[in-house]
């Protein structure tokens, strides 16, 4: 019995043994097929994990706080606000951040358009200083502030007393600044900007000269040690934030200085994360660390959003992508926004034409790659279909102490067609800026008017339409005895101290980094 068993055991291994002869690499490749399946598995799981990790820690703020009125869309483009905020909550404090008693404050911010040929961008830096009107903002019990005039622009985040309303607030500012739409709102603090700088290995920027404590914090008693060498160097984290945060010591020591040093590093960042590849995979990480402490509009409350958005960039050539502050002077301490310079930028925008003239449009009804897409839902019409001059009825009120400007304003308005049913000394003549102001329904006449003027600020009232005079319009009618209101005399191009400061981002890094 016992010799029987080896016997067949003997052949059964022989079978086996002949079988592996056959067909030697089956079990083999059953492994290679059941590894390559197992770790398509993984990644799958991981990616989709992912996602859902990204999705998870998004915050949106409130839709609801976004103004009724607002600006229609004009082109295939984009506009994106993106708000840099000083909050001190959630971690913030470590880094610098704002007064604990508060809720922080835009400490920077700028306006990025994308043009429809998705092939150039421009950001528009708004100072912090900058003298404006902040409309209506909704407050936690569901009222509407005031609209507050002569503000400074980093008010706006706060106006709303909740951080959840606030960035709506902001939006709802520039959109009536610049008569633009703002598509997309994203608010990053000091940690979500600390994190982001560590996950890209640093950030490569350029120090004019040697920089110490005191510089960053002048309030200290003494020089302190020393935070920067000057030239160029690596930085992320905490060292990134006290380089775009640096404000004395540097050039004239302010904030409009201050800009031009952030632009340069957005632009070196934008740079870097080119430079790593501009695909889903590489993205993810950078998304995961900046939405731990980012706040975006709904649209791109998402994780699928949020990449999609960032994978449309990824065809704008560093050299067409480029950094301006919105044209700017001094007014005491503060800054004012120079007319009509700032409108003949918003104009280039609004029309998608780059800095320098061009046209950046993409086609009528074409995305980039050459097919068809819709208009976007609510397009504004084209210039020629807008309200025309004859169908427009507004009183004149000199905000100024030119003597004569409101009738001079008013020839310039007839002899354009519009009816001018008076004119009056406003409550105030010290205004510096022209201000439109329409009731509901009337936006379009407003925008009419400001395009036959050549200046003006839009603002939304519960009245009727009237233009109250300021500097801005007497600068521009200065030595013109029929006034210089028709609408061949409105800008139709971005002034060249506009377009040849802008900055690229692949400028040298050492270049422009400061007034002064």
Request: aromatic share 4%; proline share 5%; with cysteine.
């Amino acid at each position: 019995m016992t010799g029987s068993h080896r016997a067949a055991a003997a052949t059964r291994q022989g079978a086996r043994a002949a079988d592996r002869g056959r067909r030697p690499g089956r079990p083999r490749m059953r492994i290679v097929l059941a590894t390559a399946v197992s770790l398509l598995v993984l990644v799958t799981a991981g990616a989709g994990w992912a996602y859902l990790k990204l999705n998870g820690t998004i915050d949106t703020f409130g839709a609801d706080g976004i103004s009724d009125d607002r600006p229609a869309a004009s082109s295939a483009g984009q506009n994106v606000l993106v708000i840099g905020s000083d909050a001190r909550t959630g971690g913030n404090s470590e880094l610098g951040g704002g007064d604990t008693n508060d809720i922080g404050r835009s400490d920077t911010a700028f306006l990025l358009h994308v043009y429809a040929d998705h092939r150039h961008a421009v950001a528009v830096s708004i100072p912090r200083d900058t003298l404006l009107d902040i409309p209506p903002c909704k407050l936690p019990d569901g009222s509407w502030t005031e609209t507050r005039h002569q503000a400074m622009f980093n008010e706006a985040y706060t106006v709303g007393s909740t951080a959840e309303g606030n960035p709506a607030c902001t939006q709802n500012t520039v959109e009536n600044l610049t008569g633009l739409r703002v598509d997309h709102t994203v608010v990053v603090d000091f940690k979500g900007f600390s994190a982001l700088t560590e996950v890209v290995g640093g950030v490569e920027v350029c120090v004019p000269q040697d920089i110490y404590q005191k510089d960053l914090n002048p309030g200290r008693a003494t020089r302190g040690e020393r935070l920067f060498t000057q030239g160029v160097q690596t930085v992320s984290g905490q060292k990134a934030l006290d380089y775009v945060r640096i404000r004395h010591g540097i050039g004239d020591g302010s904030d409009i200085g201050r800009i031009k040093r952030q632009q340069a590093f957005v632009g070196s960042l934008v740079k870097k994360v080119k430079s790593d590849g501009f695909t889903p995979t590489k993205l993810l990480p950078l998304a995961d660390a900046a939405t731990t402490s980012m706040t975006v509009d709904p649209g791109l409350g998402s994780a699928d959003k949020l990449v999609s958005f960032a994978m449309s960039l990824k065809d704008i050539d560093l050299h067409d992508t480029r950094f301006v502050t919105v044209p700017w002077r001094y007014e005491g301490a503060r800054v004012a926004i120079v007319e009509p310079d700032a409108g003949a930028l918003w104009a280039a925008l609004k029309a998608d034409r780059t800095l320098d003239g061009g046209d950046a449009g993409g086609g009528s009804d074409a995305d980039p790659d050459g097919t068809d897409s819709p208009k976007p839902t609510g397009s504004s019409p084209d210039a020629e279909e807008q309200v025309p001059a004859e169908d427009i009825s507004v009183t004149v009120r000199n905000g100024t102490r030119v003597t004569g400007l409101a009738a001079r304003a008013a020839a310039a308005l007839e002899a354009s067609g519009v009816t001018v049913t008076g004119t009056a000394t406003a409550s105030g003549q010290d205004r510096r800026t022209t201000v439109i102001e329409y009731g509901p329904g009337r936006r379009a006449e407003a925008e009419t008017l400001a395009r036959i003027l050549g200046t003006g600020e839009l603002r939304s009232t519960s009245g009727g339409l009237d233009v109250v005079l300021g500097q801005s319009y007497a600068d521009r009618a200065a030595g013109t005895p029929s006034g210089a209101g028709n609408a061949s005399s409105a800008p139709s191009e971005v002034p060249a101290e506009v377009a040849e400061g802008a900055r690229t981002a692949d400028e040298d890094l050492c270049a422009a980094l400061s007034y002064g």
